[in-house]
Structures are given as C-alpha cells and as structure tokens.
C-alpha cells in the first residue's frame, strides 16, 4: 500500500520557537491533507493542497505541497501550548483513498 | 456544527470474543471510513464505502473483520474473534464526497481486548 511517512516524530519546542513537520510519500500525491489530533481527541482536518508547489497560510500555520507532489511541509510560527498535538498528514494518489503519515507529537514548554 | 456519531465509546471484550462498532456520519456525507488507530501511530484505513458500495478493503483483514452500510446511511464494524493485537481506537469518519473533500471524525471506540 502507499506509504507516507513523517519527520519528526517528535519534537519539543520553547513556547515562542518554531515548529516544522515535514511528510513524504513513496508515490506521487494526487492531494494531501493535515489533520490536527489533540491528546485524547480525533484527527480534526487543517487544510488540503492540490497544485505542485502550493503553499497556504492559516494564521501562524503555512502548508507547502512539493512541486514533484511527493512531500509536503507544516510550519509554525511562534508556537503557543494551544498547538500541542499531533499532526498528521494525509496523503493521496488517487483523490480519494487517504493514508495517513505516521504523525508528528508536538511538545510546547511554556 | 454536525458530528459523527460512534458508539460505544470503549469497549473491553475478552479475546475470541464477538465485538460490533457503529457510526452514523454526518448527514448528507455519501462517503464513510473506518480507520484503526494503534496507540502513537497514525490511522491506518480499514475499509471505504460510498453509499452502500465498499470502495476499498484492501486493509480490511477479512477472515475476523466485517463492514456493512447496509441503506448507506449508518455503518456497522464487526470483529469475530477478537484478538488481542486488535486492542486500538476505531475511527470513523465521513466526508461530503469521494474525492479531494475533508474527512470528518467521530470521537472513536477505544477497544481494549483482554
């Protein structure tokens, strides 16, 4: 099956710092999807890329998609204690089926 | 807002038991997921369905696990023997339509086997 894998699979930041995920697949990604999964929650869909190259800002989060649309990327900027939590990226060759990444845990000290 | 619904919660269940899983989507939302969720790893997709139609079972392990959608709407999990390596949170989410749309999850039934 498709296999997207993510890096890191932890990371603990200084409230402040910033934070980067980075997700990759082992086949060309017709679209990707991140989810968000709080402790003890359910993945809670961020956003989804569909053009080579795309990049989209959601506040102090941008979501880049490769241009050869086999990885993706999660930044943030200035992390606060409300973005801890899982990220996962969800990936897709076909549009339809969705395999998800293996997660990053986001640690924030404050 | 709209939810998935899934119940029960948690479940505990001895091993070579029977266990069943339900989930109605949002309303409306013609494509449903079960997805497995082993403890620090990410969902890993089980079974697709758009209306009544199994889109892909790939993953589904077949000889102890079973899905239905039986009028599309609302889905049923099953498990039959339960095993212990099946202890995980199922997932269930929906989306609006097969392609390129979000999924939507239910809170998850965490599955303890013993």
């Known amino acids: 099956g498709q296999q997207v894998m993510q890096i890191p699979q932890y990371q603990h930041v200084q409230e402040g710092e910033d934070f980067t995920t980075y997700c990759n697949s082992s086949t060309t990604l017709s679209n990707i999807q991140w989810y968000k999964q709080r402790p003890g929650g359910h993945p809670v869909f961020l956003i989804q890329l569909v053009k080579s190259g795309e990049v989209k800002k959601q506040k102090r989060l941008t979501f880049q998609f490769g241009e050869a649309k086999k990885n993706s990327s999660l930044h943030i900027t200035a992390t606060q204690t409300t973005d801890v939590g899982t990220y996962f990226c969800?990936?897709?060759?076909?549009?339809?089926?969705?395999?998800f990444g293996t997660g990053t845990s986001l640690t924030v000290i404050p | 807002e709209a939810e998935v619904a899934q119940s029960p919660r948690y479940k505990i269940t001895e091993k070579s038991q029977a266990v069943a899983f339900w989930c109605d989507p949002i309303s409306g939302h013609a494509t449903l997921y079960w997805y497995r969720q082993i403890l620090g790893q990410g969902p890993e997709l089980l079974v697709q369905?758009?209306?009544?139609?199994?889109?892909?079972d790939s993953q589904l392990p077949k000889d102890r696990f079973s899905a239905e959608r039986l009028k599309g709407v609302d889905s049923t999990l099953k498990i039959q023997p339960a095993e212990l390596g099946d202890s995980a949170m199922y997932l269930c989410?929906?989306?609006?339509?097969?392609?390129?749309?979000?999924?939507?999850f239910g809170n998850g039934t965490r599955l303890t086997v013993t």
């Open positions: 369905f758009q209306d009544e139609s199994v889109v892909d």
């Open positions: 989410a929906s989306s609006i339509r097969q392609s390129n749309s979000p999924l939507h």
């Open positions: 969800a990936g897709s060759s076909t549009g339809n089926q969705f395999y």
